[in-house]
């Protein structure tokens, strides 16, 4: 072979070498970083992986909040009027949150079917709804105030 194709082929198999190496790298940095979307129909309908972070989004059920008396502990229920996901949270809860109201909570499945949150999020104002949450409860039937369509 000459020394010349030589030189091109190490430096083509190195390119490749190195190229598949950083793609390797940056896609196992980001999958960590993966939070998938899911109603509380499709967790109920167990699409949802357990023990990888992912979000919830629907409607806190009226009369589902219930806060530990010794702690920061709060349980409660995220629905989309069709299926319904238990939550747990530990922390101080936004200051909008409350039954009734549009919610988001990050965190891990357990095997139980209980959301471990490490995140709340709570709409800003009456009007405002998270996209996610809206598009959950328009394929369940209800209106962003629960109201059947």
């Not at 091109?8 to 390797?24: P, W």
């Not at 010794?70 to 238990?86: G, H, K, M, Q, R």
């Not at 471990?116 to 996209?131: G, I, Q, R, W």
């Not at 959950?136 to 109201?147: I, R, T």
């Amino acid at each position: 072979m000459h020394p010349v194709r030589k030189q091109r082929l190490i430096l083509v198999l190195f390119i490749v070498l190195f190229s598949s190496a950083a793609i390797g790298l940056v896609a196992y940095a980001l999958r960590g970083n993966i939070n998938l979307f899911f109603p509380p129909a499709e967790v109920a309908a167990g699409k949802a992986p357990i023990g990888q972070p992912i979000r919830i989004g629907g409607m806190v059920k009226e009369g589902s909040v219930r806060r530990s008396d010794d702690s920061l502990e709060v349980y409660f229920v995220i629905t989309d009027f069709s299926a319904e996901v238990p939550v747990t949270y530990e922390g101080i809860l936004p200051d909008l949150f409350g039954e009734g109201q549009g919610a988001v909570a990050s965190g891990k499945l357990a095997a139980n079917g209980v959301l471990s949150a490490t995140e709340v999020l709570a709409k800003h104002d009456e009007n405002y709804m998270p996209p996610e949450v809206a598009d959950a409860l328009e394929k369940s039937g209800y209106d962003h105030e629960g109201v059947k369509q």
